[in-house]
C-alpha cells in the first residue's frame, strides 16, 4: 500500500526502504470474546472482501465452520465447549486468525527478501509476489496461523485488510460484527478498552479472572483478546499461554548465522593460507603425480 | 595412459561428478536463502520461487548419489588401525612432511572422514529437509520437530560445506594428480605407492 510505511521487512540486507520517514500510529483490532455470538460474520465479511475462493469444509460435529483455518480462509471461530467447576457450562467462542506480533516469528523466519512486511502501523503483511513457498513462516509462527496454497506455492494468512486500513476504512470483519464485540482502532485506545471491560466483567459479573490477551512474549499483539479468564487460554482452542518466536528460529537466524559465515570465510581463508604456506603436494620421484 | 593404475571406474567417477553437481546446486541455493546478503544467487539461478522448487529435489539426487557412493564404497571407508597411525602424523601430512608416513589403503583417514562427514551430513540434511519441506504435516502438538529441523538443516549444512571447501582444495590445488584421477580414473604407480602404498601393493600384487 502507497501510504503504508514498511518497519520491518523479511530477508532483507541492510535496514528496510523508507524507514523512519513518516510516523504511523498502531493500529489494533480488539475482539471481545464475551460478547461474540458466533454468528460468522466476520468470516463470510472477511471472504467476501479478500475475493477468497469458496472451499468445502469439514463437518467435526461442531459449529465451527472447518477444523483449522485455510490458505483461502484467513478467520475461522472456534467453539470450544467449556466445562467449569463453580458455574455452569460454558461455550467459548474466539475469532482466530493472524495476530499480527509486534515481533513476528514469521517475519524473523522468511528468507525471502520482502516476502513479509510489517508495516509502521503495526500490521504484518504477507507479499505474495515475493513469496517463494519455503514455509518457513509457518515453523516461525507461534500460533500456527500461516496457511500455504500447494497448488501456487504461496502462503496467505488475515491481512487486517492492510488495503482498507491505508485508506482509512476499519478491516472488513469488524464492520460486518453485529454485536460490537469487534473493535478496531489504535492500539493504546483498544487496549484501554479492552482493560475497561475487562474490569467491568471482574466487578460485575462472575468472571473474577477477565483480562486483555496481548501476550508480550512476542512483544505485544495487533489483535488482542478479551478473555473471561486470562488464566485458561488454553480452552479458547488452543490459544498460547505465553507465546513466543521458536528459541531455535532465533539461534538459527542469529547466533548460527553469523558463526556459519565466519566459518565458512574462515575455511576459505584457511585453504588459501595453506596453499600458501605449504603448496602442493608433489610425488617425490620426479613424475608429475596423476597419469594425464 | 600407459602404466596407470585404474582408481576410480567409469561408474565410480560419473557418480561422483554426478554428486558434485548435485551438491553444488543444492548449496548454492541453500546459501541463497541462508542469507539476504547471498539471496542473489537464488536470483542468477532462476529466481527465489525456482530455487526454492529445485532445492529439495535435486537434494533427492544428491543423496541418490550418496547413496550409490555408500554401498560402493562402504568396505574402503573402514576405519582401521592402520589409519589411526596415520592418523597420529596427520600433522606432517598436512605439512606435507610425507617422508615416513604410516601407509593408507585405498583411502586415507582424512578421506573416510570426509565420506562418513558427507554421509551422516547428508541424513542429517534428508531427515530435517523433509519436515521442512512439509511442515503442515508435522501436527501441532509435535511442533518441536519444525524447530528441531531448522537448526539440523542448517547445522548439518555448514560441517558439509566445512568438509566440501577441504575436499575441493585438496582434490584440486593441493594433492597433486589427485584432481586427474577423479577424472580420467587413474593415477601413476608412483602417486599410488605415495599416497596409498596398501592399496598399491594390494592391487600391485594382483
Not at chain 1, 62 to 87: C, G, K, S, V
Not at chain 1, 121 to 145: A, E, K, L, R, S
Not at chain 2, 113 to 118: I, N
Not at chain 2, 140 to 157: K, P, Q, S
Request: some cysteine.
Amino acid at each position: 500500500m502507497a501510504n503504508l510505511r514498511i518497519q520491518k521487512i523479511s530477508g532483507h540486507a541492510g535496514p528496510p526502504p523508507g524507514l523512519g520517514t513518516q510516523r504511523q500510529e498502531q493500529v489494533a483490532k480488539l475482539i471481545d470474546t464475551t460478547t461474540c455470538i458466533g454468528c460468522k460474520a466476520c468470516e463470510v465479511a472477511c471472504m467476501e472482501w479478500n475475493d477468497l475462493p469458496f472451499r468445502e469444509t469439514v463437518f467435526d460435529n461442531t459449529y465451527q465452520t472447518m477444523p483449522d483455518m485455510a490458505w483461502n480462509y484467513w478467520t475461522l471461530i472456534r467453539f470450544n465447549e467449556h466445562a467449569r467447576d463453580d458455574a455452569p457450562f460454558q461455550w467459548l467462542m474466539r475469532k482466530d486468525g493472524c495476530m499480527h506480533c509486534a515481533d513476528p516469528g514469521c517475519l524473523a523466519a522468511c528468507p525471502a527478501d520482502g516476502a513479509i512486511v510489517q508495516y509502521q502501523n503495526g500490521i504484518v503483511d504477507f507479499q505474495q509476489d515475493n513469496c517463494i513457498g519455503c514455509q518457513y513462516c509457518v515453523t516461525g509462527c507461534p500460533f500456527n496461523v500461516p496457511k500455504f496454497n500447494p497448488h501456487t506455492k504461496r502462503v496467505f494468512k488475515c491481512t487486517l485488510c492492510s488495503d482498507r486500513v491505508s485508506q482509512g476504512l476499519e478491516p472488513a470483519c469488524i464492520k460486518a460484527c453485529p454485536t460490537g464485540c469487534l473493535h478496531f482502532g489504535t492500539k493504546d485506545d483498544m487496549k484501554a478498552l479492552g482493560e475497561s471491560r475487562a474490569r467491568q466483567l471482574r466487578d460485575h459479573s462472575s468472571f473474577a479472572n477477565a483480562g486483555v490477551y496481548d501476550p508480550p512474549g512476542v512483544g505485544g499483539t495487533g489483535v488482542m483478546y478479551v478473555l473471561h479468564d486470562i488464566t485458561n487460554t488454553e480452552a479458547y482452542g488452543g490459544l498460547p499461554a505465553n507465546p513466543r518466536v521458536p528459541w531455535s528460529v532465533r539461534l538459527w537466524k542469529g547466533p548460527l548465522k553469523w558463526l556459519g559465515n565466519i566459518a565458512m570465510i574462515g575455511g576459505l581463508i584457511g585453504v588459501t593460507l595453506h596453499y600458501l604456506r605449504y603448496g602442493p603436494k608433489q610425488v617425490k620421484d620426479g613424475s608429475s603425480g596423476g597419469s594425464a | 595412459m600407459s602404466g596407470g593404475i585404474l582408481r576410480y571406474t567409469l561408474a565410480e567417477r560419473v557418480v561422483h561428478w554426478s554428486a558434485a553437481i548435485t551438491y553444488c546446486y543444492v548449496l548454492a541455493t541453500g546459501l541463497a536463502f541462508y542469507s539476504p546478503h547471498l539471496y542473489w544467487i537464488a536470483v542468477l539461478l532462476g529466481g527465489a520461487p525456482t530455487s526454492r522448487f529445485w532445492h529439495p529435489i535435486v537434494a533427492l539426487a544428491f543423496l541418490a548419489t550418496l547413496a550409490w557412493m555408500l554401498k560402493a564404497w562402504t568396505g574402503d571407508m573402514r576405519i582401521t588401525a592402520a589409519d589411526r597411525r596415520w592418523g597420529r602424523a596427520m600433522n606432517r601430512y598436512i605439512a606435507n612432511d610425507d617422508e615416513d608416513l604410516p601407509p593408507s589403503d585405498r583411502f586415507n583417514l582424512g578421506q573416510k572422514y570426509f565420506f562418513w562427514v558427507m554421509v551422516w551430513g547428508g541424513v542429517g540434511l534428508l531427515v530435517s529437509g523433509i519436515i521442512l519441506w512439509f511442515p503442515e504435516a508435522i501436527p501441532w502438538n509435535l511442533r518441536f520437530l519444525r524447530y528441531a529441523a531448522v537448526l539440523i538443516h542448517v547445522a548439518c549444512a555448514l560441517i558439509t560445506i566445512g568438509a566440501f571447501i577441504i575436499h575441493v582444495y585438496m582434490g584440486t590445488a593441493m594433492v597433486r594428480g589427485g584432481f586427474t584421477s577423479i577424472i580420467r580414473g587413474e593415477v601413476s604407480p608412483a602417486w599410488a605407492k605415495m599416497h596409498h602404498r596398501l592399496w598399491y601393493e594390494r592391487t600391485a600384487s594382483k
